[in-house]
C-alpha cells in the first residue's frame, strides 16, 4: 500500500516565518510520496523534503517563477498501477471534469490546485482531487491537505484533511 500525502499552495517562502503545520509533517512522515501542486514558490519547502529524505513530486505553479527551470507543468506517473496526473490550474470549476478528462484521458487520478478549495470528486472513474492549501486558506473555513491510499490498484482512501 502507498500512502500519498498531497499539498498545494502552500506559498511559503525561506525568508518568512511561516512553515507546513506540524501536524502535516506528522502525517508525511508515516507516508511513501508527497504530491505537491504547484505555489511552492521557493526551493526551500523541495529543499525540506530533500533533508527529511521524503519522496515528492511538484508541478510549477503560477507563482514560483524560481522554479521555472525545475518544476515540469504537467506530470503523469504511476503509482502502484494507477495513472496520477498533476496539473497546478485546472480552469474555471464549470467544465473542469471533461476538460482534465480531455488533458489525462488515461489518469485514475487528476491532482491538482491553485484555487485553494478542496475538491474531492469521482467522475466518470477519474478523482479530481484538490487538496486545498495547508498555509493560506483564503475563502475556506480552514487549512486543508489530502490523504490519497493506493492498494492493489486501486485508490482505498481519498480524503480532505484540516490542520487544526
Known sequence: MQRVVVLSDTHLRANRPRRLPDAVWAIIADCQLVLHAGDVVDASLLDEFDARQVPYRAVLGNND????????????FDIEHVRVAM?????????RAPRLRRWFPDAQIVVFGHSHTPCNDWHDGQLLFNPG?????RREPTHTFGVIEIDG???VKNEIRPTE
Open 133 to 137: 492549501s495547508p498555509t493560506e486558506r
Open 87 to 95: 496539473v497546478h490550474d485546472s480552469g474555471a470549476t464549470k467544465g
Open 153 to 155: 490498484g486501486r485508490v
Open 65 to 76: 517563477h524560481t522554479l521555472r527551470d525545475v518544476l515540469p507543468e504537467r506530470v503523469q
